[in-house]
């Protein structure tokens, strides 16, 4: 089973700053497109941002010119910063890493445990 592990969230104001972090296996990361989602309370499940191997990068619309991604092949951790937080932005965040297992030839979807993000006065 593949684990990843996420940190980073909390609580803080509007228009402050946070990093998430999700750190995943070696066997993987390097091959596996890794993303992060959220959910708010009553919402579906959304993008918020996901990262090829390659580093081409999507954005949430949402999320765009405030929050971005990167990725470190050498640590196997994805990370998101977040800047000008809004309330709307409240929410569970999650790591996805999605990827073809070896000896697979469909790709497959591992998720984090979630980190809770307040972003409240």
């Known amino acids: 089973q593949v684990q990843l592990v996420e940190s980073g969230g909390g609580l803080v104001q509007p228009g402050g700053s946070l990093r998430l972090s999700c750190a995943a296996p070696?066997?993987?990361?390097?091959?596996?497109?890794m993303g992060w989602y959220r959910q708010a309370p009553g919402k579906q499940r959304e993008l918020v941002a996901y990262?090829?191997?390659?580093?081409?990068?999507t954005y949430g619309d949402s999320v765009k010119g405030r929050f971005t991604i990167s990725r470190d092949d050498a640590e196997n951790t994805v990370y998101l910063q977040m800047n000008s937080l809004k309330p709307e932005d409240t929410a569970v965040y999650y790591c996805?890493?999605?990827?073809?297992?070896?000896?697979?030839?469909?790709?497959?979807?591992?998720w984090g445990q979630g980190t809770l993000v307040t972003v409240s006065s």
């Open positions: 996805n890493a999605h990827v073809v297992l070896q000896y697979t030839s469909d790709p497959s979807d591992f």
């Open positions: 070696g066997t993987i990361f390097s091959r596996a497109v």
């Open positions: 990262i090829t191997n390659g580093d081409t990068i």
